[in-house]
């Protein structure tokens, strides 16, 4: 669908050992979204940053590959539903910009440990 959700955030979760549910850590909306850093665009690495309007958080992935699809969706998810102030996208791998298979990848199951959501509103 084209629907501009009402709401999209970014939910960061945590998964205990031994545990098959899932904990919320923290929460954002995506226009606070300031800037994704990737760290090292030379090196494939699960480690990235996100700075939101009020908050700089530290995540790791559970594979530099998972990052990559995460940045991916990410980066198009904001050209798409962001309409004034995109986020800044630094010490990405270029492969990440691009991508039109980001589209058939936006499903929940795809991230375990990091959670993408668009809510509709009421």
Known sequence: TNKKP????????KQFEGSTSFVRRSQWMLEQLRQV???DPNRDS?????????AFDQWVA???SEKCTFFQILHHTCQRYLTDRKPEF???QSK???GKWALALLQ????P???FILEAGC
Do not use: H
Not at 108 to 111: A, L, N, R
């Open 113 to 115: 440990i990091l959670i």
């Open 6 to 13: 009402t709401q999209a955030s970014i939910t960061k979760v």
């Open 62 to 64: 559970s594979t530099a």
């Open 108 to 111: 929940p199951s795809y991230f």
């Open 90 to 92: 630094i010490n990405c």
């Open 37 to 39: 850093n990737g760290i």
């Open 46 to 54: 699960a480690e990235f940053d996100l700075l939101f309007e009020n």
């Open 96 to 98: 990440i910009m691009g």
